[in-house]
């Protein structure tokens, strides 16, 4: 076994690993005990930005959590040998970020010690109470669709587990985007692309995610990882990457076809200051142009140019989440349509939000939760993919 | 055995007994939010006019009435803000000195785009027929009553500011702070979301009846303007009801169709 060939130096920096990772867990939960006692007045939010930075974290590791199980979906469901034995990673990643995302998702809320209503008093017009449930649900298919690989007894269910997940991560992933989509009265949202659109995004977020841990693993190993599978995983990213880009260019299309949107467009995309620059620097050139050119480039697409597409990728994320949450909620409401106002609470004028450190540090104790469930699940159970060479070779 | 002079510790026998006379008129309560026996959730509403202990039960809302406000904005003033500091005293919110503090109703100066006409309006909580915030709070928090009042139950807001994304009149605060010198009739907490409560407490008192009215509109009519008026819109001899027959009044965002209790006139 793997776990048995380690040497002192190996198990040394793995407990590093572990630490680093609690210490930064650590530090976003007392960052949370901060926002709890202090109240929300320790963060950039207001009356007007009511989802920050922590929302920018939960919501990009819960819609990456389930695009990465499509690699998983790929393997087991639409039989691909190539994914088949990265299904495992596929599942531990995906509960991974779901606990990060609801880590922060949770500690953000006014009243983190009241996470239990929601539970226990469902209202069921809304999105976020079947989101509750979706989550849930997620967490447990998934668990399930792992005993089903682990346990040899269980492998003829791994098929109908992993169907299940697929089916449940499309639901999951509509309801994420309809959080937005339901938001009649707010001109950045109100759209019914916006449940295709994460769930297209959710699968490049959650390949490229994937495909960072995945090459991470290796390196650690000292493994190096099949051309030929690489190639192929490479070719996906660079595929979702592009759907991504012609989803969210039609849903602004949509959006400058209505009269009433074209000033909240105008300010997403050219005057906003920020905004504009995050959308297009961030997301269309680094998070969406660059990684295309690293990927298929006859220049670039081998292994380092595809990390560096990923990592582009989940950088685009963020800042497209940025942009999407944020600089649509900055944008005044408009309650008196066709005319200028103002007031003591700052209607008519465009919000200002500065992230606040222990925003910043609650949203990166997310990410150091996912990221120490996935090293020590890698550890302790085998979620090393073991490619079939012969098998894939020319698949 | 207590000894006399001691604070007593509840047996067993008067906890349950206790709790079977609580469960038969509310709730046990097991931690904040989390209550083991529940009875009758439309009963919940009406909690504000209990009056604590052994105060006689007071019927519930009254699903015939449904109460509203008309505001004339051509008698509302420029610069007054007299329904604001009304509102402010009667629930005991703080003066609005930071961005983030909580503002239940504001003065907004507008005017027209195209023909620059321009005027001012108090704009609070609109207690829509169809509240988004109702339809979108994850608990159930949010909540209408059967008398149109929309209100936010403290024990159950979970903090999400959901229902601040999905109001279209930015009605709703956030409460960031501590908050301290609370009224008694206007319970409030840091991490909850609250909004204008068209002075619940005192319809639940029956001042109302009495020809009473909310806070900023008594204000108003105080400093002679007489700009806001309250009433039962559902009564067809009320004078809001009168008012909204003879002349034209809109709503604000009428294109939502949430259908709010607030009406506005000369906008």
């Known amino acids: 076994m793997r776990s048995t060939l380690r040497s002192p130096a190996d198990a040394l920096n793995f407990w590093l690993v572990v630490v680093g990772a609690l210490v930064v867990t650590g530090i976003g939960l007392a960052a949370a005990h901060h926002m709890e006692s202090a109240g929300h007045a320790a963060t950039g939010m207001g009356h007007e930005v009511v989802w920050g930075l922590p929302h920018v974290f939960a919501i990009f590791m819960i819609v990456s959590a389930s695009g990465v199980l499509n690699v998983a979906s790929i393997g087991s469901v639409f039989g691909q040998p190539v994914y088949k034995p990265r299904a495992p990673l596929s599942g531990l990643l995906c509960l991974a970020l779901l606990a990060g995302g609801l880590m922060v998702l949770m500690l953000d809320l006014g009243r983190p010690d009241r996470v239990l209503v929601a539970a226990t008093h469902i209202n069921p017009t809304s999105v976020f109470a079947w989101n509750v449930v979706l989550y849930s649900g997620m967490a447990a298919i998934v668990a399930l669709y792992l005993w089903t690989m682990f346990e040899r007894r269980m492998n003829p269910y791994s098929r109908a587990a992993g169907l299940a997940a697929l089916v449940w991560r499309f639901v999951l992933t509509t309801g994420t985007g309809s959080i937005f989509a339901f938001l009649a009265a707010r001109q950045a949202y109100a759209s019914a692309l916006l449940a295709p659109l994460f769930i297209v995004l959710s699968f490049g977020w959650g390949l490229a995610v994937f495909l960072v841990v995945q090459a991470t693993m290796f390196a650690w190993e000292g493994e190096r990882l099949d051309p030929a599978v690489q190639r192929r995983m490479a070719r996906l990213l660079g595929i979702f990457i592009a759907a991504s880009l012609y989803l969210v260019a039609v849903v602004h299309l949509t959006h400058l076809y209505h009269a009433k949107q074209v000033a909240f467009e105008a300010f997403i995309l050219r005057d906003g200051g920020t905004y504009p620059l995050l959308f297009w620097g961030g997301y269309v050139v680094l998070g969406g142009l660059l990684p295309l050119v690293l990927l298929f480039h006859p220049s670039f697409g081998g292994e380092r140019s595809t990390f560096a597409a990923s990592a582009l990728v989940v950088l685009g994320a963020f800042a497209w989440l940025y942009v999407f949450i944020i600089g649509g909620q900055v944008f005044p409401l408009e309650i008196f349509p066709g005319h200028q106002v103002s007031s003591s609470f700052g209607d008519g004028q465009v919000a200002s939000y500065s992230p606040s450190l222990p925003e910043l540090l609650l949203g990166l104790g997310g990410v150091g939760a996912a990221f120490l469930l996935t090293t020590v699940g890698v550890r302790v159970l085998d979620f090393m993919p073991q490619d079939d060479f012969a098998g894939v070779k020319h698949g | ?267």
């Open chain 2, 1 to 267: 055995m207590n000894t006399p002079g001691t604070p007593s510790r509840p047996s067993r026998r008067a906890f349950l007994g206790a709790a079977a006379a609580t469960g038969a008129t509310g709730a046990v309560l097991l931690a904040p939010g989390i209550q083991l026996v529940e009875v009758a959730q439309a009963a919940a509403p009406n909690a504000a006019s209990a009056g604590g202990p052994g105060a006689t039960a007071l019927p519930g809302a009254n699903p015939r009435v449904r109460w509203g406000l008309l505001i004339d904005t051509t008698k509302c003033a420029p610069g007054c803000t007299d329904c604001v500091s009304a509102c402010r005293t009667e629930h005991g919110l703080p003066e609005p000195k930071r961005r983030t503090d909580v503002q239940w109703i504001r003065k907004i100066e507008i005017k027209a785009i195209d023909t620059g006409r321009q005027g001012s309006l108090p704009v609070m909580c609109q207690h829509c027929a169809k509240p988004p915030c109702v339809d979108v709070c994850p608990t159930g928090a949010s909540f209408k009553r059967a008398d149109g009042v929309v209100l936010v139950d403290r024990h159950l807001c979970i903090g999400c500011r959901y229902c601040m994304m999905a109001c279209p009149y930015k009605a709703r605060s956030f409460v960031h702070e501590p908050v301290t010198d609370q009224k008694p009739d206007a319970p409030r907490g840091m991490g909850c979301v609250e909004s204008c409560t068209l002075c619940v407490h005192r319809i639940d008192a029956g001042h109302m009846a009495g020809g009473g009215s909310t806070a900023c509109a008594e204000a108003c009519t105080k400093a002679g303007h007489g700009a806001i008026l309250f009433g039962d819109l559902n009564d067809p001899h009320s004078e809001i009801s009168r008012r909204v027959k003879e002349i034209r009044s809109t709503v604000l965002r009428a294109d939502l169709r949430v259908e709010p209790g607030v009406h506005y006139l000369g906008l």
